[in-house]
């Protein structure tokens, strides 16, 4: 190792979005970049989009964590229909909401990739709770409600703490995402 510190970044979206539909491809090489930066990537440990970045991110050798709303791995697989193919696995048993608090915080940086309501969800806790030291990025044109995200925290009446980038370009984004992780950890 060579003593710089590895960023945790969860990649999310929508879990009944295809794999190999025009958005997994871009969520597939949010996931390589991300590796490729040395991130370590987190996920709610579901199908789709997600799971389409964990595929690029092992793809070029890189460490990802499923971040589950089970209890163990029965559940995961049986009552969630989620796949068992992360790096590491963390079980919560706190459903999707409570997965979702502990994925969030447990990030440097969060990445949407298109997604719905949940997803959703998960930018609020993002807008909410993550600091100063952290990034959201939106990838615009990705489908789903993200295009709208940037649009609703200017609605909001206040501005996250977290460092905002907005891109239609996955590699763009991801770049952008490490150059501000890797700034605030010099000033900090």
């Given at each position: 190792?060579?003593?710089?510190?590895?960023?945790?970044?969860?990649?999310?979206?929508?879990?009944?979005?295809?794999?190999?539909?025009?958005?997994?491809?871009?969520?597939?090489?949010?996931?390589?970049?991300?590796?490729?930066?040395?991130?370590?990537?987190?996920?709610?440990?579901?199908?789709?989009?997600?799971?389409?970045?964990?595929?690029?991110?092992?793809?070029?050798?890189?460490?990802?964590?499923?971040?589950?709303?089970?209890?163990?791995?029965?559940?995961?697989?049986?009552?969630?229909?989620?796949?068992l193919n992360g790096s590491i696995?963390?079980?919560?048993?706190?459903?999707?909401?409570?997965?979702?608090?502990?994925?969030?915080?447990?990030?440097?940086?969060?990445?949407?990739?298109?997604?719905?309501?949940?997803?959703?969800?998960?930018?609020?806790?993002?807008?909410?709770?993550?600091?100063?030291?952290?990034?959201?990025?939106?990838?615009?044109?990705?489908?789903?409600?993200?295009?709208?995200?940037?649009?609703?925290?200017?609605?909001?009446?206040?501005?996250?703490?977290?460092?905002?980038?907005?891109?239609?370009?996955?590699?763009?984004?991801?770049?952008?995402?490490?150059?501000?992780?890797?700034?605030?950890?010099?000033?900090?």
């Amino acid at each position: 190792m060579d003593g710089m510190r590895r960023f945790n970044v969860a990649v999310l979206g929508s879990a009944s979005a295809l794999e190999d539909s025009s958005q997994g491809l871009k969520a597939f090489r949010v996931g390589e970049l991300v590796a490729l930066n040395r991130g370590i990537l987190l996920t709610g440990g579901c199908p789709g989009l997600p799971h389409a970045a964990v595929r690029g991110a092992v793809s070029v050798g890189g460490t990802t964590v499923a971040v589950s709303p089970a209890a163990n791995r029965a559940e995961h697989a049986g009552i969630f229909s989620y796949p068992l193919n992360g790096s590491i696995m963390v079980f919560t048993g706190m459903g999707a909401k409570g997965r979702n608090v502990i994925l969030v915080r447990s990030s440097d940086a969060c990445i949407f990739v298109g997604g719905g309501m949940g997803t959703l969800n998960e930018f609020t806790i993002a807008f909410d709770d993550l600091g100063s030291e952290c990034a959201i990025g939106i990838l615009v044109g990705s489908g789903g409600l993200v295009d709208e995200f940037a649009r609703l925290a200017s609605l909001s009446g206040k501005s996250p703490r977290a460092s905002v980038i907005i891109e239609s370009n996955p590699d763009a984004l991801v770049e952008g995402i490490f150059r501000q992780l890797r700034k605030e950890k010099i000033s900090a």
